[in-house]
Each structure stands twice: as structure tokens, then as C-alpha cells.
């Protein structure tokens, strides 16, 4: 089975300032993909950034980028000049590789970020 | 494009009483998911249908949830009898069928109340 560990409960960070969140996983597969996903006050979770494991190159998807590295199992999300926007819960997740066909996420406990104006 | 619509946004409900949740996913999304999400806690799998059938219910409790989901396309998941550990967001999501990291899109959720 696999596990998402977000160790930072609550962050905090000013406006147009930079942050980096931490997410460790541990998973005896080779193939996989990782996700962050942001979930605002209104509820509706929705994907910030993906990795699949194969790939060397660190993802980026405008101001959010991330770290990932294999060996280590960890998969840190940075966010760039931060909005007030960014304010949510953010929630790491791990999927299988199926060749075709879905898989279940599963998800850390998250981290809630606050930008402060 | 529409996303995932649920409902209701709310229910609150005593102990040993049953309640429904409706989920409609994003046409043409043949992989429906049902998540629990317990205050603090990330969303956990409840169900996930591909199409009409069942793909992973592991950790549904059978005893008193269950699931359909008609013509593969809406979706409802019913809890008889409700406990207060039952007391949860209930997140719906769909995706397309085919290989790679898919994206999940999340309906807004179901906030259930068992007092």
C-alpha cells in the first residue's frame, strides 16, 4: 500500500513572497505519477501540477513548480510569487500506472496555506 | 464544459437514519470515484466505478454504504445506518478512461452532519 505524508500542517507566507511545501510518499512501485492539488474554502479540489515518475525534468506549470526526487521519495511543491488566490488547502497525492484505465489517488493529510496581504 | 455536479451541498442527520448523495459526472468521463474526506484528513477512496461496474470498493463499509451507479453515467451513494464517525465531506470525481495521469475532476462535496 502506499502512503502521502505532509509533515507541515499550516504555513503561512506574504504576499509575492515564495513557499515551498513538503511531501514525502512511500510506494514499492516503480511507476507512478504524483499530483498537488489545491483545495480553496469553497471545497471544489482542483490539480495544480502533475509528475509522472519516468520523467527526469521537474514539472512546472507557471508560477508552481516542483522538486521531485526519485531516490528520496519526496515531491515538494514551490509557488512563486504567491496571490492571495494561492490561499487554500493543498493536498499531495500518489496514483498507480496502469496502462490503461484509472487508478485512486491517494492522498497526504495537507497543508493549509495562508498569503498574507 | 459543465464540471461535476453533486448534491446535496448539505445534510444534517441524526444517528441510525439513511441518507442519499447524487453525484453527475462530466459527460463522457467513464471513471466515477466516490472520496470521503474527514475534517483534517485528505480524501480517502470510498468506491471507484468504471463505467456501470465496481473497479475498487475495498474500503467502502459494506455494512451500511453502498453505491450504483446507473447507466454509467450519475451516480448515488447511500449510507443506512448513519454513525457519527460518518460525519464527512463526501467528495465525487470523475475522469476519462484511457492510460496516463489522468486528471480527477472534484465536485464540490456533500457535507454531511450525523448528530
Known amino acids: 500500500a502506499q502512503t502521502v505524508t505532509q509533515s507541515q500542517p499550516e504555513m503561512s507566507v506574504q504576499e509575492a513572497e515564495t513557499v515551498t511545501l513538503s511531501c514525502t510518499y512511500d510506494?514499492?512501485?516503480?511507476?507512478?505519477?504524483l499530483f498537488w492539488y489545491k483545495q480553496p474554502p469553497s471545497r471544489q479540489m482542483i490539480l495544480v501540477i502533475r509528475?509522472?515518475?519516468?520523467?527526469?525534468q521537474n514539472a512546472t506549470e507557471n508560477r508552481f513548480s516542483v522538486n521531485f526526487q526519485k531516490a528520496a521519495k519526496s515531491f515538494s511543491l514551490k509557488i512563486s510569487d504567491s496571490q492571495l488566490g494561492d490561499t487554500a488547502m493543498y493536498f499531495c497525492?500518489?496514483?498507480?500506472?496502469?496502462?490503461?484505465?484509472?487508478?485512486?489517488?491517494?492522498f497526504g493529510t495537507g497543508t493549509r496555506l495562508t498569503i498574507i496581504p | 464544459e459543465a464540471g461535476v455536479a453533486q448534491s446535496p451541498r448539505y445534510k444534517i442527520i441524526e444517528k441510525r437514519q439513511s441518507v442519499a448523495f447524487w453525484c453527475n459526472p462530466i459527460?463522457?468521463?467513464?471513471?466515477l470515484y466516490w472520496y470521503q474526506q474527514i475534517l483534517g484528513q485528505g480524501p480517502k477512496l470510498l468506491i471507484q466505478?468504471?463505467?456501470?461496474?465496481?473497479?475498487?470498493d475495498s474500503q467502502l463499509p459494506k455494512d451500511r454504504f453502498s453505491a450504483e451507479r446507473l447507466k454509467g453515467v450519475d451516480s448515488t451513494l447511500k449510507i443506512q445506518p448513519a454513525k457519527l464517525e460518518d460525519s464527512a465531506v463526501y467528495l465525487c470525481?470523475?475522469?476519462?478512461?484511457?492510460?496516463?495521469?489522468?486528471?480527477?475532476?472534484f465536485g464540490p462535496g456533500t457535507r454531511l452532519t450525523v448528530l
Open positions: 470525481a470523475s475522469s476519462l478512461e484511457r492510460g496516463g495521469p489522468n486528471e480527477q475532476f
Open positions: 510506494t514499492s512501485e516503480n511507476n507512478y505519477y
Open positions: 509528475q509522472e515518475a519516468y520523467k527526469q
Open positions: 497525492a500518489f496514483m498507480k500506472q496502469k496502462s490503461f484505465g484509472n487508478e485512486k489517488l491517494t
Open positions: 459527460s463522457g468521463h467513464a471513471t
Open positions: 466505478f468504471q463505467n456501470n461496474g465496481v473497479v475498487d
